[in-house]
């Protein structure tokens, strides 16, 4: 028999979620192989959120038997359910279906109208979803509703709600999948399902709302995870998926390099065991931190693994090339990924991407058709992320378009957006074409506070390349604008006090031409005088 000290002790610590402890005991318990079935979940469980996967399932196999023999069907059906589920979330897609099969053969000899059998309706409507068969999966996911709520078990009635919430948003009716997935969050944050429903919850939740470009859900659920977390220091997350997501999120928020350690995280918990199917997301994941970081050998690198692991590596590595200045390359990759995007949610992944390459290739009649696209999209989803990008992007287009003063407001919306939505690193990138905008417009002065502003930002993020270009671009000043290069030049030579004709002597040309210069200068810049010019130099950073 087990010894009941060791159950009892084990029975606490369970239920006051310290898995570390509940584990010690209930193992210890165990070790003649007597405990209870029920404690075997219990173990099991335990084992689960210890990171222990593939130990859990065993141990869920062996409860699995141990309720058969106690005669108790459904309890057997639930174990081996599951384990199923487990095992199909983990890259064993055979040994996953062959124990939902036996959950289905131990569920028949338990009631006909039994809890589990609600559970087995979520495998199949899961496996619709995926495909995009909506009707089929509301079917299944409404299936195992009725059953939650007859039978009042909160943890199928959140898994079903959770099913009905993405296939709205798929659907594209995201107010009302929103509601339901908020609905089943409220569950989870209330302690009211059991833990590993509630990971899937959280991560799938999170997931969602990637889809549907809403940052704020994203955020608000993300941090709510994290205090789940932390309210059991002994949980390890059983699905990397959730790790990447929350790499994605302190990404946008320009928390780089606990981004990057997320992702990380994400990589190593998805290697093992070997074949799970977000390792390839996830890799891609971190090249995309790496690439804003301006590591572009090991972005390139990880964009690599990723796609041997059957994830595109696109747009990321389309944008990445584009920096190369492998413009032909990157059209090629972006209208590819654009292809194979159909008319899914990834389309307004990567028609932004479309446009920054377009343009970088001097396509300005093709960036324009991806922005009216996705400006098109942003509106009827009506997602304030996807909103910002369409105007950046829109902005951008109409700035290569010659339409300066239309890109300034369009470019401001944008960066109100960003900086009210707390994304440092897009508010930046705009700013460096507000500034751009500016310049066209004459006014050096405000391009010049944009620039500096963007060149700030992208240092405190430590965005070495978005640096490194804005600086260029800021040295520039009205020597690509009002001023030509040889005006700048003379206007340079004033401001160190050199006279005409020292300017004409070091600069090959007759004094007259320094005074033509000048007088070009004074008139371009409203300056009255040598003094003003110099001023202007200075305050421009000309030398």
């Known amino acids: 028999m087990a010894d009941a000290e060791l159950v009892d002790r084990g029975r606490v610590a369970f239920s006051r979620a310290r898995w570390a402890e509940a584990y010690d005991q209930l193992a210890a318990a165990d070790r003649d192989g007597q405990i209870a079935a029920a404690d075997l979940a219990r173990l099991a469980t335990a084992t689960v959120l210890l ?51 036996k959950a289905r053969r131990a569920a028949d000899d338990g009631p006909a109208d039994g809890v589990v059998h ?17 009707p089929r999966a509301l079917e299944g996911y409404s299936a195992a509703l009725e059953v939650g709520e007859r039978w009042h078990d909160l943890d199928l009635v959140a898994l079903a709600r959770l099913g009905l919430g993405s296939t709205r948003v798929g659907l594209g009716e995201v107010t009302a999948g929103n509601a339901l997935l908020d ?127 059957g994830w595109d590596p696109q747009p990321g590595l389309a944008l990445l090339r584009a920096r190369q200045g492998r413009t032909e390359e990157a059209v090629t990759a972006v209208r590819r990924a654009l292809d194979a995007a159909g008319q899914g949610p990834v389309r307004g992944v990567v028609l932004p991407a479309v446009v920054e390459v ?48 239309g890109a300034r407001g369009t470019l401001r919306r944008a960066w109100t957006t960003w900086r009210e939505l707390g994304v440092p690193y897009e508010a930046a990138r705009t700013r460096v074409l507000m500034g751009q905008a500016y310049r066209a417009l004459g006014d050096e002065e405000a391009a010049q506070l944009e620039l500096d502003a963007a060149r700030w930002t992208f240092s405190q993020l430590g965005a070495r390349s978005d640096l490194t270009a804005v600086e260029a671009l800021a040295r520039r000043t009205a020597g690509t604008g009002r001023l030509t290069a040889r005006e700048v030049e003379v206007v340079r030579l004033v401001a160190t006090g050199r006279t005409n004709r020292a300017i004409a002597t070091e600069l090959f040309l007759s004094e007259k031409t320094v005074a033509r210069h000048l007088s070009n200068i004074f008139t371009k810049l409203d300056l009255p005088s040598r003094a003003a010019a110099t001023a202007y130099a200075y305050e421009h950073h000309l030398v």
């Not at 996967?53 to 069907?73: F, I, P, Q, S, V």
């Not at 609600?118 to 995009?132: E, F, K, N, V």
């Not at 994941?285 to 796609?307: F, K, Q, S």
């Not at 009649?365 to 304030?384: F, K, P």
Request: glycine share 10%; hydrophobic share 45%.
């Open 183 to 309: 609905e089943v969050m409220a569950g989870v944050t209330a302690g009211e399902i059991s833990q590993i429903p509630a990971g899937i919850v959280y991560c799938t939740v999170i997931h969602v709302c990637r889809e549907c470009y809403d940052l704020r859900r994203a955020r608000e659920w993300t941090a709510a995870l994290t205090r789940w977390c932390e309210q059991q220091p002994d949980l390890v997350p059983f699905r990397g998926e959730c790790l990447a997501n929350r790499a994605y999120v302190m990404m946008t928020q320009g928390d780089w390099a606990d981004a990057l350690a997320e992702a990380d995280r994400a990589v190593e918990r998805l290697s093992d065991p070997p074949g799970q199917p977000e390792l390839g997301w996830a890799i891609y994941h971190r090249a995309e931190i790496l690439r804003v970081l301006g590591e572009d050998v090991d972005a390139e690198e990880a964009y690599r693994r990723a796609n041997q692991l």
């Open 118 to 134: 609600g559970y087995l309706s979520l495998p199949s409507a899961i496996q619709a979803l995926r495909a995009r068969d909506f």
């Open 358 to 405: 377009t343009l970088a290739a001097g396509d300005v009649t093709a960036a324009r058709q991806a922005v009216d696209e996705l400006a098109e999209i942003a509106g009827r989803l009506d997602s304030t992320w996807l909103s910002a990008v369409a105007a950046q992007a829109v902005g951008a287009v109409q700035l290569a378009e010659g339409a300066a003063d």
């Open 51 to 101: 990171g222990e996967e593939a130990k859990g399932c065993d141990t869920l196999g062996r409860a699995y038997h141990a309720y058969l023999d106690a005669g108790n069907a459904e309890g057997a059906a639930s174990c081996a359910f599951w384990a199923g589920m487990l095992l199909l979330s983990h890259g064993h897609p055979e040994q996953g279906a062959g124990w939902i099969a």
